[in-house]
T-cell receptor, first 116, second 110 residues
């Protein structure tokens, strides 16, 4: 089984709809992240969480919200989807390991979201 | 936070040739990581080099780090068609606010 899973894998929705993307991990990592990737571009950080009680905005948090329901689950919501939120969304986890130097990211398979 | 900038943006080589891509960054780092992304899929961690290291090897991968020039390079030797992907560098400073650049798109022609 995959260590980091995302549901749904594909979603088509209409402008104004509320959408939730879910991420689950079995790696036991405290840190979880949500990114979006637009065609031909790198990943941009939306939100990140270093533990269940810690939520932080990333580079592009406007229009998004998150919920860290448990160590293993981190959900991303689009309260009122708009077409320019059409993108590939990735969840990732990391573990600081020994000290804070490591921080390798483990990525989920991605969710392709289309907002019409 | 800081963002790595990869160069070139695109690279096309023949199978069996070596591929070199570069990364520049702006401020001091704890470590620098390289990731690969196959089309439409999640990124996969390739290699991490710490700020006190100058060179690191992993299979056909060789990474160098020059902290005085704030740059890193990733060399893939004896490339294969399966190496076709986008490659991203991720300079890690103490902020841990991760920002990926736009990557280098590598095409290995059979």
């Amino acid at each position: 089984d995959a260590d980091v899973t995302q549901t749904p894998r594909n979603r088509i929705t209409k402008t104004g709809k509320r959408i939730m993307l879910e991420c689950s991990q079995t790696k036991g990592h405290d840190r979880m992240y949500w990114y979006r990737q637009d065609p031909g571009l790198g990943l941009r950080l939306i939100y990140y969480s270093f533990d269940v009680k810690d939520i932080n905005k990333g580079e592009i948090s406007d229009g998004y919200s998150v919920s860290r329901q448990a160590q293993a689950k981190f959900s991303l919501s689009l309260e009122s989807a708009i077409p320019n939120q059409t993108a590939l969304y990735f969840c990732a986890t990391s573990d600081p390991g020994q000290g804070v130097l490591y921080n390798e990211q483990f990525f989920g398979p991605g969710t392709r979201l289309t907002v019409l | 936070s800081q963002q790595g900038e990869e160069d070139p943006q695109a690279l096309s080589i023949q199978e069996g040739e070596n591929a070199t891509m570069n990364c520049s960054y702006k401020t001091s780092i704890n470590n620098l990581q390289w990731y690969r992304q196959n089309s439409g899929r999640g990124l996969v961690h390739l290699i991490l080099i710490r700020s006190n290291e100058r060179e690191k090897h992993s299979g056909r991968l060789r990474v160098t780090l020059d902290t005085s020039k704030k740059s890193s390079s990733l060399l893939i030797t004896a490339s294969r068609a399966a190496d076709t992907a986008s490659y991203f560098c991720l300079p890690m400073d103490s902020s841990y606010k991760l920002i990926f650049g736009s990557g280098t798109r590598l095409l290995v022609r059979p």
